[in-house]
């Protein structure tokens, strides 16, 4: 019963998406993934995804309590020092595989997104991550985190043709 909730949990949270119309509510709620997805990798013993989705919590945690975005060479260097500390994780953990580096790729567009970017770049970030996280979780079978993904790209997809929309209609 316990692995189902972990397993539904993000599910809940992919679907709250669908109504996160804010930038704002936007990295709530990935922040409320960050928390829920990093319990289901730790039951599942996915360390290296563990590692990225707890640091991916507290760049999330600093967009929300700073909201600002950091400039180009600030937030190249925050997300290399970043990816440096998961793959040495990885390293350590002999987790080397191109299965266990997905994970990085994912934290790397979200991160971008979150330190570099507006509402319409974070979500196209947002999806790029998400696509790339689904696969990670069809691959690891690790379906909670497979429909999270997916439902959350769908969710930013939709929202981002509604930014796209609005964008193509006001007046200049």
């Not at 949270?13 to 119309?21: D, M, P, V």
């Not at 730790?42 to 967009?63: H, L």
């Amino acid at each position: 019963m316990f692995e189902l909730l972990l397993h539904g949990f993000p599910v809940a949270f992919a679907l709250a998406s669908f109504w996160s119309n804010t930038e704002r509510k936007l990295l709530l709620l990935n922040l409320g993934l960050c928390i829920a997805i990093g319990s289901l990798l730790a039951f599942e013993q996915a360390w290296g995804g563990v590692v990225v989705i707890t640091v991916a919590g507290m760049s999330t945690s600093y967009r929300i309590i700073k909201n600002k975005l950091l400039s180009p060479i600030a937030t190249y260097i925050t997300l290399i020092t970043m990816m440096v500390i998961v793959l040495t994780v990885n390293n350590l953990t002999g987790k080397t595989s191109l299965i266990e580096a997905m994970p990085v790729l994912t934290f790397m567009a979200y991160r971008f997104g979150e330190l570099h970017c507006k509402e319409a770049g974070l979500r196209v970030c947002m999806i790029i991550g998400s696509i790339n996280f689904t696969a990670y979780g069809v691959i690891t079978q690790t379906w909670g985190l497979a429909i999270t993904e997916a439902l959350f790209a769908v969710s930013n997809l939709w929202y981002y043709m509604k930014l796209r929309r609005a964008m193509r209609t006001s007046p200049i």
